[in-house]
Protein backbone atom coordinates (compact mmCIF):
# COMPACT_ATOMS: atom_id res chain seq x y z
CA UNK A 1 0.00 0.00 0.00
CA UNK A 2 2.67 2.36 0.75
CA UNK A 3 3.44 2.71 -3.11
CA UNK A 4 0.37 5.21 -3.47
CA UNK A 5 1.06 8.94 -4.27
CA UNK A 6 -1.71 11.67 -3.44
CA UNK A 7 -2.42 13.93 -6.07
CA UNK A 8 -5.30 16.61 -5.82
CA UNK A 9 -5.42 20.31 -6.75
CA UNK A 10 -8.03 23.26 -6.19
CA UNK A 11 -8.70 25.98 -8.48
CA UNK A 12 -7.64 29.64 -7.06
CA UNK A 13 -11.04 31.03 -7.82
CA UNK A 14 -11.39 32.22 -4.09
CA UNK A 15 -10.66 31.32 -0.38
CA UNK A 16 -12.19 27.78 0.68
CA UNK A 17 -14.79 26.76 3.17
CA UNK A 18 -16.09 24.10 5.31
CA UNK A 19 -17.30 22.20 2.35
CA UNK A 20 -13.64 21.93 1.08
CA UNK A 21 -12.43 20.84 4.34
CA UNK A 22 -15.10 18.15 4.84
CA UNK A 23 -14.91 17.05 1.24
CA UNK A 24 -11.49 16.77 1.20
CA UNK A 25 -8.45 18.63 2.95
CA UNK A 26 -9.21 16.58 5.94
CA UNK A 27 -8.15 13.42 4.22
CA UNK A 28 -5.63 15.35 3.17
CA UNK A 29 -3.70 16.05 6.40
CA UNK A 30 -4.18 12.44 7.05
CA UNK A 31 -2.96 10.84 3.62
CA UNK A 32 0.11 13.22 4.17
CA UNK A 33 1.10 11.28 7.21
CA UNK A 34 1.77 7.65 5.18
CA UNK A 35 1.68 9.00 1.28
CA UNK A 36 3.82 11.12 -1.12
CA UNK A 37 1.47 14.00 -1.50
CA UNK A 38 1.63 16.34 -4.31
CA UNK A 39 -1.31 19.27 -4.35
CA UNK A 40 -1.74 22.02 -6.92
CA UNK A 41 -3.42 25.04 -7.42
CA UNK A 42 -4.55 24.92 -10.36
CA UNK A 43 -4.55 27.78 -11.87
CA UNK A 44 -4.19 27.03 -15.57
CA UNK A 45 -7.81 25.04 -14.89
CA UNK A 46 -9.34 27.87 -13.56
CA UNK A 47 -8.67 29.81 -16.56
CA UNK A 48 -10.70 27.71 -18.53
CA UNK A 49 -13.71 29.53 -16.94
CA UNK A 50 -12.09 33.02 -15.97
CA UNK A 51 -10.01 33.28 -19.04
CA UNK A 52 -11.01 37.29 -18.62
CA UNK A 53 -9.89 37.50 -15.31
CA UNK A 54 -6.63 36.37 -14.60
CA UNK A 55 -5.80 38.56 -11.86
CA UNK A 56 -8.27 37.46 -9.86
CA UNK A 57 -6.97 33.93 -9.88
CA UNK A 58 -3.67 35.35 -9.49
CA UNK A 59 -4.77 36.72 -5.75
CA UNK A 60 -6.37 33.48 -5.36
CA UNK A 61 -3.33 31.74 -5.56
CA UNK A 62 -1.41 32.74 -2.33
CA UNK A 63 -5.27 32.36 -0.61
CA UNK A 64 -5.73 28.78 -1.12
CA UNK A 65 -2.01 28.38 -0.16
CA UNK A 66 -2.69 30.07 3.10
CA UNK A 67 -5.95 28.11 3.48
CA UNK A 68 -3.78 24.98 2.89
CA UNK A 69 -1.13 25.43 5.93
CA UNK A 70 -4.04 26.56 8.48
CA UNK A 71 -5.44 23.84 8.30
CA UNK A 72 -2.61 21.59 8.39
CA UNK A 73 -1.45 20.81 5.75
CA UNK A 74 2.44 20.43 5.81
CA UNK A 75 4.90 21.42 3.15
CA UNK A 76 7.91 19.50 4.83
CA UNK A 77 4.96 16.37 3.82
CA UNK A 78 3.77 17.82 0.55
CA UNK A 79 4.51 19.31 -2.33
CA UNK A 80 2.34 22.30 -2.97
CA UNK A 81 2.72 23.72 -6.24
CA UNK A 82 1.35 26.42 -8.86
CA UNK A 83 0.24 24.22 -12.24
CA UNK A 84 1.20 26.92 -14.85
CA UNK A 85 4.70 26.27 -12.95
CA UNK A 86 4.88 23.22 -14.52
CA UNK A 87 4.46 23.25 -18.83
CA UNK A 88 5.08 19.23 -18.57
CA UNK A 89 1.36 19.02 -18.00
CA UNK A 90 0.09 20.86 -21.29
CA UNK A 91 2.65 18.81 -23.50
CA UNK A 92 0.64 15.36 -21.88
CA UNK A 93 -3.12 17.35 -22.03
CA UNK A 94 -2.41 17.46 -25.72
CA UNK A 95 -1.51 13.62 -26.88
CA UNK A 96 -4.02 12.84 -23.99
CA UNK A 97 -6.42 15.08 -26.21
CA UNK A 98 -6.47 12.38 -29.11
CA UNK A 99 -7.34 9.77 -26.79
CA UNK A 100 -11.07 10.87 -25.68
CA UNK A 101 -14.05 11.84 -28.45
CA UNK A 102 -15.55 15.25 -27.95
CA UNK A 103 -18.77 13.05 -27.14
CA UNK A 104 -17.49 11.63 -24.09
CA UNK A 105 -16.56 15.15 -23.04
CA UNK A 106 -20.07 16.46 -23.28
CA UNK A 107 -21.68 13.31 -21.38
CA UNK A 108 -19.60 14.54 -18.44
CA UNK A 109 -21.98 15.50 -15.77
CA UNK A 110 -19.68 17.79 -13.69
CA UNK A 111 -19.36 19.79 -17.20
CA UNK A 112 -23.01 19.60 -17.54
CA UNK A 113 -23.87 21.32 -14.28
CA UNK A 114 -20.92 24.17 -14.11
CA UNK A 115 -22.13 25.09 -17.74
CA UNK A 116 -25.43 25.66 -16.06
CA UNK A 117 -23.95 27.86 -13.43
CA UNK A 118 -21.39 29.70 -15.90
CA UNK A 119 -22.23 32.25 -18.35
CA UNK A 120 -20.85 31.62 -21.51
CA UNK A 121 -22.56 33.58 -23.21
CA UNK A 122 -23.12 31.48 -26.26
CA UNK A 123 -21.96 28.36 -26.32
CA UNK A 124 -18.66 26.43 -24.24
CA UNK A 125 -14.86 26.82 -25.34
CA UNK A 126 -12.78 24.03 -26.39
CA UNK A 127 -10.95 24.92 -23.12
CA UNK A 128 -13.58 24.48 -20.55
CA UNK A 129 -14.81 21.32 -22.26
CA UNK A 130 -10.97 19.48 -22.42
CA UNK A 131 -10.44 20.44 -19.05
CA UNK A 132 -11.19 17.00 -17.62
CA UNK A 133 -8.43 15.96 -20.05
CA UNK A 134 -5.53 18.66 -18.26
CA UNK A 135 -6.77 17.52 -15.30
CA UNK A 136 -6.12 13.53 -16.44
CA UNK A 137 -2.51 14.94 -16.95
CA UNK A 138 -2.05 16.54 -13.80
CA UNK A 139 -2.96 13.04 -12.11
CA UNK A 140 -1.22 11.04 -14.38
CA UNK A 141 2.04 13.11 -14.21
CA UNK A 142 2.95 12.54 -10.65
CA UNK A 143 1.50 9.11 -11.21
CA UNK A 144 -1.00 9.89 -8.69
CA UNK A 145 -3.15 6.63 -7.42
CA UNK A 146 -5.04 8.22 -4.11
CA UNK A 147 -7.01 11.61 -5.18
CA UNK A 148 -8.51 13.38 -2.15
CA UNK A 149 -11.49 15.43 -3.88
CA UNK A 150 -15.63 16.56 -3.17
CA UNK A 151 -18.36 13.70 -4.69
CA UNK A 152 -18.52 16.24 -7.65
CA UNK A 153 -15.11 15.16 -8.77
CA UNK A 154 -15.93 11.20 -9.87
CA UNK A 155 -17.04 11.60 -13.65
CA UNK A 156 -13.46 13.53 -13.62
CA UNK A 157 -11.66 10.63 -12.41
CA UNK A 158 -13.72 7.92 -14.80
CA UNK A 159 -12.54 9.74 -17.34
CA UNK A 160 -8.82 10.04 -16.37
CA UNK A 161 -8.80 6.12 -16.06
CA UNK A 162 -10.50 5.78 -19.42
CA UNK A 163 -7.67 8.16 -21.43
CA UNK A 164 -5.35 5.99 -18.79
CA UNK A 165 -6.30 2.37 -20.00
CA UNK A 166 -6.36 4.05 -23.76
CA UNK A 167 -3.13 5.49 -23.58
CA UNK A 168 -1.75 1.86 -22.09
CA UNK A 169 -3.22 -0.07 -24.57
CA UNK A 170 -2.74 2.11 -27.94
CA UNK A 171 1.18 2.53 -26.76
CA UNK A 172 1.15 -1.13 -25.22
CA UNK A 173 2.55 -0.25 -22.05
CA UNK A 174 1.48 0.21 -18.86
CA UNK A 175 3.55 3.21 -17.86
CA UNK A 176 0.39 5.65 -16.76
CA UNK A 177 -1.45 4.23 -13.53
CA UNK A 178 -5.53 4.12 -13.03
CA UNK A 179 -6.68 6.42 -9.88
CA UNK A 180 -8.80 6.25 -7.07
CA UNK A 181 -10.86 8.97 -5.50
CA UNK A 182 -11.00 9.37 -1.90
CA UNK A 183 -14.06 10.83 -0.50
CA UNK A 184 -14.78 13.01 3.04
CA UNK A 185 -16.91 10.97 5.26
CA UNK A 186 -19.71 14.15 4.40
CA UNK A 187 -19.53 13.95 0.65
CA UNK A 188 -21.59 17.64 -0.26
CA UNK A 189 -21.88 19.77 2.41
CA UNK A 190 -25.09 21.96 2.20
CA UNK A 191 -25.06 25.60 1.66
CA UNK A 192 -25.86 27.97 4.81
CA UNK A 193 -29.16 28.69 2.38
CA UNK A 194 -30.26 24.98 2.75
CA UNK A 195 -30.81 25.16 -1.06
CA UNK A 196 -27.58 23.84 -2.82
CA UNK A 197 -24.01 22.77 -2.26
CA UNK A 198 -21.70 25.03 -0.07
CA UNK A 199 -19.88 26.86 -3.09
CA UNK A 200 -17.96 30.09 -3.75
CA UNK A 201 -19.89 30.83 -6.56
CA UNK A 202 -23.15 30.71 -5.01
CA UNK A 203 -22.01 32.36 -1.78
CA UNK A 204 -23.59 30.19 0.55
CA UNK A 205 -20.40 29.15 2.58
CA UNK A 206 -18.58 29.88 5.90
CA UNK A 207 -14.66 30.32 4.94
CA UNK A 208 -12.02 29.12 6.61
CA UNK A 209 -11.13 32.49 6.46
CA UNK A 210 -14.11 34.60 7.94
CA UNK A 211 -13.84 36.41 10.74
CA UNK A 212 -15.95 35.71 14.00
CA UNK A 213 -18.53 37.92 13.63
CA UNK A 214 -19.22 36.53 9.94
CA UNK A 215 -19.37 32.92 10.81
CA UNK A 216 -22.07 34.08 13.64
CA UNK A 217 -23.56 36.19 11.08
CA UNK A 218 -23.71 33.22 8.65
CA UNK A 219 -24.81 30.65 11.69
CA UNK A 220 -27.60 33.03 12.24
CA UNK A 221 -29.07 33.24 8.93
CA UNK A 222 -28.89 29.33 8.33
CA UNK A 223 -32.08 27.54 6.85
CA UNK A 224 -33.57 25.51 9.72
CA UNK A 225 -37.33 24.24 10.07
CA UNK A 226 -39.96 27.53 8.55
CA UNK A 227 -42.45 25.22 10.63
CA UNK A 228 -40.97 25.46 13.79
CA UNK A 229 -41.90 28.84 15.34
CA UNK A 230 -42.26 28.20 18.40
CA UNK A 231 -39.84 26.51 20.31
CA UNK A 232 -42.37 24.07 21.61
CA UNK A 233 -43.18 23.49 18.22
CA UNK A 234 -41.93 20.06 16.85
CA UNK A 235 -39.06 20.64 14.71
CA UNK A 236 -37.44 18.98 11.39
CA UNK A 237 -33.79 17.54 11.46
CA UNK A 238 -33.57 16.24 8.35
CA UNK A 239 -33.16 18.98 5.29
CA UNK A 240 -32.12 21.45 9.09
CA UNK A 241 -29.03 23.03 8.17
CA UNK A 242 -28.08 23.85 11.59
CA UNK A 243 -28.29 20.03 11.96
CA UNK A 244 -26.17 18.93 9.05
CA UNK A 245 -23.49 21.46 9.93
CA UNK A 246 -23.54 19.98 13.39
CA UNK A 247 -23.29 16.20 11.88
CA UNK A 248 -20.48 17.67 10.12
CA UNK A 249 -18.16 19.22 12.72
CA UNK A 250 -20.19 18.44 16.45
CA UNK A 251 -17.91 15.50 18.01
CA UNK A 252 -19.89 14.45 20.78
CA UNK A 253 -22.74 12.40 18.79
CA UNK A 254 -24.52 11.05 21.78
CA UNK A 255 -25.24 14.69 22.95
CA UNK A 256 -26.29 15.36 19.41
CA UNK A 257 -28.51 12.33 19.20
CA UNK A 258 -30.35 14.08 22.31
CA UNK A 259 -30.55 17.53 20.85
CA UNK A 260 -32.14 15.97 17.80
CA UNK A 261 -34.48 13.99 19.70
CA UNK A 262 -35.47 17.54 21.93
CA UNK A 263 -35.67 19.37 18.35
CA UNK A 264 -37.85 17.20 16.89
CA UNK A 265 -40.44 16.43 20.02
CA UNK A 266 -40.63 20.02 20.90
CA UNK A 267 -38.84 22.21 23.34
CA UNK A 268 -34.89 23.62 21.45
CA UNK A 269 -35.55 26.89 19.89
CA UNK A 270 -33.50 27.49 16.59
CA UNK A 271 -31.66 30.45 18.91
CA UNK A 272 -30.33 27.40 21.21
CA UNK A 273 -29.44 25.45 18.26
CA UNK A 274 -27.63 27.94 16.73
CA UNK A 275 -25.68 29.02 19.07
CA UNK A 276 -24.29 25.64 20.21
CA UNK A 277 -23.33 25.52 16.43
CA UNK A 278 -21.49 28.53 16.60
CA UNK A 279 -19.04 27.74 19.48
CA UNK A 280 -18.98 24.60 17.78
CA UNK A 281 -17.49 26.45 14.93
CA UNK A 282 -15.91 29.22 16.37
CA UNK A 283 -13.66 26.79 18.19
CA UNK A 284 -12.95 24.74 15.15
CA UNK A 285 -11.97 27.98 13.05
CA UNK A 286 -10.63 30.22 15.78
CA UNK A 287 -6.86 28.07 15.17
CA UNK A 288 -7.38 28.10 12.07
CA UNK A 289 -7.49 31.46 11.09
CA UNK A 290 -5.07 32.75 13.66
CA UNK A 291 -2.21 30.27 11.98
CA UNK A 292 -3.75 31.44 8.75
CA UNK A 293 -3.41 35.40 10.11
CA UNK A 294 0.64 34.58 11.05
CA UNK A 295 1.46 33.40 7.48
CA UNK A 296 3.11 35.93 5.73
CA UNK A 297 2.98 36.12 1.64
CA UNK A 298 6.78 35.73 1.24
CA UNK A 299 6.94 32.69 3.11
CA UNK A 300 3.90 31.21 0.96
CA UNK A 301 5.67 32.22 -2.39
CA UNK A 302 8.72 30.45 -1.00
CA UNK A 303 6.87 27.05 -0.35
CA UNK A 304 4.94 27.47 -4.34
CA UNK A 305 8.69 28.12 -5.35
CA UNK A 306 10.28 25.32 -4.45
CA UNK A 307 7.09 22.77 -4.51
CA UNK A 308 6.57 23.83 -7.82
CA UNK A 309 10.37 23.12 -8.45
CA UNK A 310 10.10 19.50 -6.92
CA UNK A 311 6.90 18.63 -9.23
CA UNK A 312 8.24 19.79 -12.55
CA UNK A 313 11.11 17.31 -11.79
CA UNK A 314 8.77 15.06 -11.27
CA UNK A 315 6.44 15.54 -14.52
CA UNK A 316 9.58 15.50 -16.74
CA UNK A 317 10.43 12.15 -15.88
CA UNK A 318 7.28 11.35 -16.34
CA UNK A 319 6.76 13.06 -19.66
CA UNK A 320 9.64 11.47 -20.89
CA UNK A 321 7.96 8.05 -20.19
CA UNK A 322 5.03 8.61 -21.96
CA UNK A 323 7.05 9.93 -24.97
CA UNK A 324 9.27 6.61 -24.95
CA UNK A 325 6.05 4.91 -24.95
CA UNK A 326 4.86 6.76 -27.88
CA UNK A 327 7.91 6.14 -29.62
CA UNK A 328 8.22 10.25 -29.99
CA UNK A 329 11.82 10.08 -29.67
CA UNK A 330 14.26 11.25 -32.74
CA UNK A 331 17.59 10.55 -32.53
CA UNK A 332 19.88 12.09 -35.59
CA UNK A 333 23.00 11.32 -34.63
N1 LIG B 1 -11.19 20.10 -10.64
C1 LIG B 1 -10.72 20.38 -9.31
C2 LIG B 1 -11.69 21.39 -8.68
O1 LIG B 1 -12.45 22.02 -9.36
C3 LIG B 1 -9.32 20.93 -9.26
C4 LIG B 1 -8.26 20.02 -9.82
C5 LIG B 1 -7.37 20.35 -10.81
C6 LIG B 1 -7.97 18.68 -9.43
N2 LIG B 1 -6.56 19.29 -11.08
C7 LIG B 1 -6.88 18.25 -10.25
C8 LIG B 1 -8.52 17.79 -8.51
C9 LIG B 1 -6.36 16.97 -10.17
C10 LIG B 1 -7.99 16.50 -8.42
C11 LIG B 1 -6.92 16.10 -9.25
O2 LIG B 1 -11.66 21.59 -7.49
Do not use: W
Amino acid sequence: MSNHVVLTGDRPTGCLHLGHYVGSLKNRISLQEKYDCFIMVADIQALSDNFDNPKKLAENITEVCKDYLSVGIDPQKCTIFIQSLVPELFELSTYYLNLISVSRLERNPTVKSELKQKSFSSSITAGFLAYPVSQTADITAFKGTLIPVGEDQLPLIEITNEIVRKFNKTYNTDVLLEAAPVLGKVQRLVGIDGKAKASKSLNNAIFLSDSSELIRQKIHSMYTDPSHIKVSDPGKVKGNVVFDYLDAFFDDKNELDSLKLQYKKGGLGDSVLKSILNDNLQNFLKPIREKRDSISDKVVFNILYEGSKIARKVAKETLSQVKDAMGLVYKYD
